[in-house]
């Protein structure tokens, strides 16, 4: 696990490339890579690329990047790790390549010269990857299928730019730093900014599942090479809806997935909640191992509610674990803010990112690099309790009342209740808009029209809405068509290529790589997905019992009471915190004072009207003011340069 920052200058007129420049870019994100770094420049000094490295596999230096092939003709740089890279390497050494590292790095860069751009489908794994090809003059920029890794690029001044971190981006000193008022907008209710767009104006995503290539005329050309409908392994249809069928074949993707995410040679462990995802991770990694699981978790001091503690040492009394804990309070997370939204590099408002950076220091302090974590199986197996109601809304809501009584309807709730997310999904049925926006929403449509100044309103989109190609896309999906008219189908897939890409995995990866240790996302194996994506709607919820497959697969392996226990989730106690003096004036202070208030794009009475509304007890306005005071914190970070 690494950091990666690249220059490629497609013109002459493009800045000058030199080593200073390239090593402050990446000693912005030396936490990605404590352990080395590297440094490469073309003779034409047209090309750049550095490297932070977070020695995994093979810690000789022979895994030092950026790496070449022996005539120099190829350089590549590599974020991430390749599971099934011994395999690959036993096929390239029978056709003659000989390698100078046990590295996966080695067995990329080969492919890469033996099968042309055809290798990205070989790989198993979490990967970011830049390759430049002097013998076609063409850089190529891969992000593995499900976007585990991120990669960002901004194109200015003639060269495109990219890094594992935007941070990298902007210490480049001829980098324009703006705000994208438009994904402002779209955060407020995403919690993130859609896939393609950041936050700064011009600095893009790549999204998962794509790669791009530019040449030395500026050419760019961007394609997707995998989704979720593609098939690795291949079965007849009617298998899908026989349960013993899916029950044991979602067994044994798991249990490969699990013992390929186990080659490390650093030490490594468990991210345990005490939930079946993660339980399962524990159980699964403790057949393959003949010493016991290193597994950690966190809880909270004084609010035992949001606490899986006593679940989690459950797990761990079975399988003799070697159990770590941590408990945080209140003053923890408010030490934490100023440089958790440093690391976020555009605002994530997740609150999870806190457990998850503090479970993660825990890893890293006990000497634990790599760790197994649960994210992915939720979306796939359909885990969350909105499902079922998003699901009803759609089919006998949103397809089946009339216009006019849609209309009355949103009038109404618009009325009487109009901070209940119900009157949102009144407006959606009302206006036509998609049924479904993602799985964690904050401010709805309603609420950013009180919010959002008319100078805000007007800059953002003159239709009041989030941006014309994300609820484009939203609309095309929820279709009642798409996807065999499965509307669950949809949902997933929209959340695979949103919420799970780009907030979910994002807070995995800016928070680990924080601690300096390598997260591993066993249950998003691309073949467990695409597996998991044709089980009918009918296996994933069942008797109004969500996750109902993956749950069956699991009887026997953990215990049932961890199986059919209530879902808690892994959560952070902002809402009770919010309503206590140290971090509700901690908020109200850091939103009132910033900077950001200076751009006359939010309605100031309406923020002191949530707090107020809040603190009382009245209305709940948790996630709203959080994601105001992640927004404020990031702006005054990147744009005032406010110290941490």
């Known amino acids: 696990?690494?950091?990666?920052?690249?220059?490629?200058?497609?013109?002459?007129?493009?800045?000058?490339?030199?080593e200073r420049i390239l090593n402050a870019m990446s000693d912005e994100i030396r936490h990605r890579g404590p352990d080395d770094s590297g440094v490469f420049i073309s003779p034409d000094y047209h090309v750049g690329f550095a490297f932070r490295r977070l020695s995994i596999v093979d810690l000789s230096s022979a895994g030092h990047q950026p790496m070449s092939t022996c005539d120099g003709a190829v350089w590549l740089v590599f974020n991430g790790e390749i599971y099934n890279h011994l395999a690959i390497r036993k096929d390239l050494e029978s056709k003659g390549?000989?390698?100078?590292?046990?590295?996966?790095?080695?067995?990329?860069?080969?492919?890469?010269?033996?099968?042309?751009?055809?290798?990205?489908?070989?790989?198993?794994?979490?990967?970011?990857?830049?390759?430049?090809?002097?013998?076609?003059?063409?850089?190529?920029?891969?992000?593995d299928r499900i976007g585990i890794k991120p990669?960002?690029?901004?194109?200015?001044?003639?060269?495109?730019?990219?890094?594992?971190?935007?941070?990298?981006?902007?210490?480049?000193?001829?980098?324009?730093?703006?705000?994208?008022?438009?994904?402002?907008?779209?955060?407020?209710?995403?919690?993130i900014t859609p896939p393609v767009e950041s936050l700064f104006q011009g600095i893009y995503k790549l999204e998962a599942g794509h790669y791009l290539t530019i040449d030395r005329k500026g050419n760019i050309h961007k394609e997707k090479y995998w989704d979720l409908n593609h098939q690795t392994e291949y079965f007849n249809p009617e298998q899908y809806s026989d349960e013993s069928f899916c029950i044991e074949n979602i067994r044994r993707l798991l249990r490969d997935s699990i013992k390929l995410r186990m080659m490390s040679d650093v030490p490594f462990g468990v991210l345990?909640?005490?939930?079946?995802?993660?339980?399962?991770?524990?159980?699964?990694?403790?057949?393959?191992?003949?010493?016991?699981?290193?597994?950690?978790?966190?809880?909270?001091?004084?609010?035992?509610?949001?606490?899986?503690?006593?679940?989690?040492?459950?797990?761990?009394?079975?399988?003799?674990?070697?159990?770590?804990?941590?408990?945080?309070?209140?003053?923890?997370?408010?030490?934490?803010?100023?440089?958790?939204?440093?690391?976020?590099?555009?605002?994530?408002?997740?609150?999870?990112?806190?457990?998850?950076?503090?479970?993660?220091?825990?890893?890293?302090?006990?000497?634990?690099?790599?760790?197994?974590?649960?994210?992915?199986?939720?979306?796939?197996?359909?885990?969350y309790t909105h499902y079922l109601r998003e699901i009803y809304f759609q089919r006998y809501y949103y397809q089946r009342l009339p216009s006019s009584a849609k209309n009355i309807t949103y009038r109404i709730l618009k009325k009487f209740r109009p901070n209940w997310v119900g009157t949102d999904y009144a407006r959606r049925a009302a206006h036509g808009d998609a049924p479904f926006y993602g799985g964690a929403l904050a401010f709805t449509e309603e609420l950013k029209a009180k919010l959002a100044t008319p100078k805000f309103s007007e800059i953002s989109n003159a239709s009041g809405r989030i941006a014309s190609v994300y609820t484009n896309q939203l609309k095309r999906l929820m279709n009642a068509d798409s996807f065999d008219s499965n509307f669950l189908q949809s949902m997933i897939y929209f959340e695979f290529k949103s919420r799970l890409a780009e907030l979910l995995l994002m807070r995995v990866d800016k928070m680990s790589m924080a601690t300096s240790i390598e997260a591993r996302v066993p249950f998003l194996d691309h073949r467990l997905v695409e597996f998991s994506f044709r089980i009918p709607t009918a296996l994933k919820i069942k008797n109004r019992i969500p996750k109902y497959i993956l749950k069956r697969a699991a009887e026997g392996i953990i215990p049932n009471d961890i199986i059919y226990r209530k879902k808690q989730g892994f959560a952070a106690p902002v809402r009770e915190w919010l309503r206590s003096g140290k971090l509700a004036n901690f908020a109200r202070s850091h939103i009132f004072e910033s900077d950001l208030l200076k751009l006359n794009f939010l309605n100031t009475q309406f923020i002191d009207h949530m707090f107020t509304q809040h603190i009382s007890g009245r209305i709940n306005f948790d996630r709203e003011i959080w994601n105001l005071l992640i927004l404020c914190m990031w702006y005054d970070t990147f744009f005032s340069r406010k110290s941490l």
């Open 1 to 18: 696990m690494c950091g990666i920052v690249g220059i490629f200058n497609h013109s002459t007129n493009g800045s000058p490339i030199t």
């Open 97 to 143: 390549y000989q390698y100078r590292s046990r590295t996966d790095t080695e067995t990329i860069l080969y492919a890469y010269m033996e099968y042309g751009l055809d290798f990205i489908n070989k790989l198993y794994g979490m990967f970011a990857i830049a390759i430049w090809d002097s013998r076609i003059d063409q850089l190529i920029l891969v992000r």
């Open 151 to 191: 990669v960002y690029y901004t194109l200015q001044h003639n060269s495109l730019l990219f890094a594992s971190e935007i941070k990298a981006i902007l210490k480049h000193p001829q980098v324009n730093c703006q705000l994208n008022i438009q994904g402002m907008y779209d955060y407020l209710s995403l919690l």
């Open 272 to 383: 345990l909640s005490g939930g079946i995802d993660s339980s399962l991770n524990v159980a699964l990694m403790s057949e393959q191992m003949s010493r016991p699981v290193e597994t950690f978790s966190v809880g909270y001091k004084d609010l035992e509610r949001y606490n899986e503690l006593a679940y989690a040492r459950a797990i761990s009394h079975q399988f003799e674990t070697n159990h770590h804990e941590i408990l945080l309070e209140e003053q923890d997370l408010i030490d934490f803010l100023p440089k958790m939204v440093w690391h976020q590099d555009e605002p994530n408002a997740d609150p999870v990112c806190v457990p998850m950076y503090f479970v993660s220091k825990l890893a890293r302090d006990s000497g634990t690099i790599v760790v197994q974590v649960g994210e992915g199986s939720d979306e796939q197996f359909a885990g």
